[in-house]
């Protein structure tokens, strides 16, 4: 499992790339500095208030419009763990 500081939910995110037990599992390139993670992540998928959706390729994160959060539908550089 891997994860990540979302600039726009404010607290990490994680991608499992083995056997997890809902069944997710991602893709992942190998490169802690420039991931890419495949296919997208969508977290809080019930909770439309809370929900954020995002692709995360090269280090950049891809917001898709079904977030909640003011980053929806725009693409950020990925922030260090101890930032925000």
Not at 40 to 45: A, G, P, R
């Amino acid at each position: 499992m891997y994860l990540f500081k979302c600039p726009g939910c404010k607290y990490l995110h994680p991608f499992h790339v083995n056997s997890h037990p809902n069944g997710s599992k991602w893709n992942f390139n190998g490169d802690v500095n420039n991931p890419t993670f495949t296919p997208s992540l969508l977290v809080n998928d019930h909770h439309p208030a809370s929900r954020c959706h995002l692709f995360l390729t090269n280090g950049k994160i891809q917001f898709l419009s079904d977030c909640h959060h003011e980053l929806a539908g725009k693409t950020v550089d990925m922030v260090p763990i101890g930032d925000l």
